[in-house]
């Protein structure tokens, strides 16, 4: 602490990220990266930048970008935002549209980054407990409340809930902004995104860290109501204008363009995953149903913060929660076979 801090900052909280080793050698499955490297179209994309054009700014507005996301998911481009990583998209929307009279709603189990923002933001809010299967019950919901956000599949449980739940949440909240954090949804879920011209009231976001393998990059993404999209942009300007330098455009947009690989590279990661899972219950886990690029696992007789001293004594490093309702789960990224491979070796010694 110093004298020369604004005075709020001496009670923020701030976010804890998973740990990134510098030593190469672990088998990381911490932080939900995707074990396949983008799309080959994406980094050639990048590499056609890096040229003395670098000495101009960026488009301010990214249109490049937001053009292939509306091309995508079958949108107008001003119905998309895009920002610097999906945390800062959130980031933007805490500030535009949560910052009401009424408290923002979210599981009890979820992202740990709300909370931060609700402090940095100065945003009241209610947790919602997740029902005894770790499930988010839409009718616990209706209560008074400025705001609702949750994670789709759900972190770090992996839960997924249908679109049907997600409408009755909409149509019940049609006053409140309902915001779908889709980190995960590529690995199994449908996107809410094809209800957007549906509901006004329906912001989702997405981020091109995980299935479309680009943590590095930094870049994240929404889709709501033209309405909605102007509000981030409001904030955006007042903030930063170029979040998106000319590498991130060209990166993620060619990501965006090449379905193929993406296709190919999810089917690979779920498809492993089933493999992970079904190994772990020959272990004796208890494995959440998983619609993400993670798992959610608990053994009935191991202690879970041992498990996962134990593994990063192997080399093989995991998420573990304090948090006391989750302390006895460890949460496991779903990496290459020879990584799960080596996930599972580790746990069978310990
Ligand atoms: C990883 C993650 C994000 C953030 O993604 P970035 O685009 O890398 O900032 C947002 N929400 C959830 C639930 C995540 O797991």
């Not at 740990?112 to 209610?126: D, K, N």
């Not at 997405?206 to 393998?213: A, E, G, N, V």
Request: glycine content about 6%; charged content about 20%.
């Amino acid at each position: 602490m110093s004298k020369f801090w604004s005075p709020f900052v001496k009670d923020l909280v701030p976010y804890v990220p998973g740990e990134q080793p510098k030593l190469t050698k672990l088998v990381k499955l911490n932080t939900n990266e995707n074990p396949y490297g983008p799309s080959p179209k994406a980094i050639a994309a990048m590499q056609a930048e890096l040229n003395d054009d670098l000495r101009l700014y960026p488009d301010p507005n990214s249109d490049r970008l937001k053009q292939a996301v509306a091309e995508y998911y079958g949108v107008q481009s001003n119905q998309v935002f895009v920002g610097n990583g999906s945390d800062e998209v959130l980031a933007h929307a805490f500030h535009g549209l949560f910052q009401q009279d009424k408290p923002l709603l979210f599981p009890d189990i979820s992202y740990s980054f709300y909370p931060v923002y609700c402090g940095l933001y100065g945003i009241a809010h209610e947790t919602i407990a997740l029902d005894e299967q770790f499930q988010i019950r839409v009718e616990d919901y209706a209560r008074p409340n400025g705001g609702i956000i949750f994670p789709n599949p759900n972190a770090p449980t992996g839960c997924l809930l249908t679109l049907a739940a997600i409408e009755r949440l909409l149509t019940a909240n049609a006053d409140s902004v309902v915001l779908v954090d889709e980190a995960y949804i590529d690995f199994g879920g449908e996107s809410a995104i094809a209800l957007v011209n549906k509901y006004p009231n329906l912001l989702v976001s997405q981020t091109l860290s995980k299935s479309r393998s680009l943590a590095g990059l930094r870049v994240g993404i929404a889709v709501g109501h033209a309405d909605l999209i102007e509000a981030l942009e409001r904030v955006k300007n007042s903030f930063n204008s170029y979040p998106l330098d000319r590498m991130a455009i060209a990166g993620a947009a060619a990501a965006f363009a090449d379905k193929e690989y993406f296709a190919h590279t999810c089917q690979q990661v779920i498809s492993s995953r089933e493999q992970t899972v079904a190994g772990l219950q020959q272990l004796g886990f208890t494995v959440l149903p998983s619609a993400a690029n993670f798992v959610f696992a608990s053994h009935p007789q191991k202690d879970a913060a041992t498990l996962a001293a134990g593994l990063r004594e192997q080399g093989v490093i995991v998420r573990h929660f304090k948090q006391a309702r989750i302390a006895q789960y460890l949460r496991i990224s779903i990496g290459t076979p020879e990584q799960n491979q080596a996930l599972l070796d580790a746990l069978s010694t310990l």
